[in-house]
Each structure stands twice: as structure tokens, then as C-alpha cells.
Nanobody
Framework: QVHLVESGGGLVQAGGSLRLSCAVS????????MGWYRQAPGKQRELAAL???????NYADSVKGRFTISRDNAKNMVYLQMNSLKPEDTAVYYC??????????????WGQGTQVTVSS
């Protein structure tokens, strides 16, 4: 099992920036993909951004151009830089990893989540 610990959430005014960090307990170059989901009150959890082992990235349409996901293999960290934040970005943000398991399977692990609140 991979242990993930997020940090960097908080309260920020609209238009501001935050950087989320996720510390991963195993070498991330062995992980297929990792990223960030978010869940706003009363809504389903949704993918915000992901980055694959090869460095490919994918973003939700709602965050494209404002959020940037990155990884540091040497430090086993994944980051989410969030700029031009909007009140609708308010959510709990969860770091996740998809790791290889057995033959052709993957296992998903989650962090505990970090709250991001954007005031208008």
C-alpha cells in the first residue's frame, strides 16, 4: 500500500494562488499515474489533474490554463499549482496514485485530503 500525505491547502481570496503538495511513500517512478481529485460539498469527487509515468498530463476543463501538475521523482512528491483561483474551486483535494499490481492490474491509493477554500 502506498501512503500519501497532502499539504498546502488553506483559505485564499479569489484570484489568488495555492500550491498543494503530496508526499508519496514509494518511489514514484514505479507508479503508473498520479494526480488530484477534488470533492466540493454535495458533489461527486471529480478528477482535477493527473500526470503519468511518462510525464503526460491531463486536466479537467474547468481548471485548464489555471492549474499545473508536476512531479519530483527524486523527492517522491507530486504538486498541484493552482492560480487564478475561483470560489468554485473550493473543495477537499485528494492526492491519488495508481500503482501496478500483479499482472496487468493497478491499485489506487488515496491521501486523507486537504481543504481548499476560495473566498469571493
Amino acid at each position: 500500500q502506498v501512503h500519501l500525505v497532502e499539504s498546502g491547502g488553506g483559505l485564499v481570496q479569489a484570484g489568488g494562488s495555492l500550491r498543494l503538495s503530496c508526499a508519496v511513500s514509494r518511489r514514484i517512478f514505479t507508479i503508473n499515474a498520479m494526480g488530484w481529485y477534488r470533492q466540493a460539498p454535495g458533489k461527486q469527487r471529480e478528477l482535477a489533474a493527473l500526470i503519468t509515468n511518462s510525464g503526460n498530463t491531463n486536466y479537467a476543463d474547468s481548471v485548464k490554463g489555471r492549474f499545473t501538475i508536476s512531479r519530483d521523482n527524486a523527492k517522491n512528491m507530486v504538486y498541484l499549482q493552482m492560480n487564478s483561483l475561483k470560489p468554485e474551486d473550493t473543495a477537499v483535494y485528494y492526492c491519488y496514485t495508481d500503482s501496478p499490481y500483479g499482472t496487468g492490474q493497478t491499485v489506487r491509493d488515496w491521501g486523507q485530503g486537504t481543504q481548499v477554500t476560495v473566498s469571493s
